[in-house]
């Protein structure tokens, strides 16, 4: 069965540095375009960057500049920099097929 567990989320100030983890199971996520998505209250959850299974990436507009996404056979992480309160989200990943199984999150709080 796939799984998507994240890890690595917190409470920052603004400007600060978050390194988010994400470890899939259940299917051979090599050959999956990986992303990383977030969910604010009150808000639809939106894809914040993508890479493919060639390393191309690409980023919500949001979020350029301040975030890198790297990825290994089965994981994915989210460097984040330059934290502003408007990233304070639970954030997912998943392949950017959306597969129905979501993981639990984890959650970023950033403070001003």
């Known amino acids: 069965q796939v799984q998507f567990v994240e890890s690595g989320g917190g409470f920052v100030q603004a400007g600060g540095s978050l390194r988010l983890s994400c470890v899939a199971s259940?299917?051979?996520?090599?050959?999956?375009?990986m992303g990383w998505y977030r969910q604010a209250p009150g808000n639809q959850r939106e894809l914040v960057a993508r890479?493919?299974?060639?390393?191309d990436t690409n980023y919500a507009d949001s979020v350029k500049d301040r975030f890198v996404i790297s990825r290994g056979a089965n994981s994915v992480y989210l460097h984040m920099n330059g934290l502003k309160p408007e990233d304070t989200a639970l954030y997912y990943c998943?392949?950017?097929?959306?597969?129905?199984?979501w993981g639990q999150g984890t959650q970023v709080t950033v403070v001003s």
């Open positions: 890479m493919s299974r060639k390393g």
């Open positions: 998943n392949t950017v097929l959306a597969l129905p199984n």
């Open positions: 259940g299917d051979n996520f090599a050959d999956y375009t």
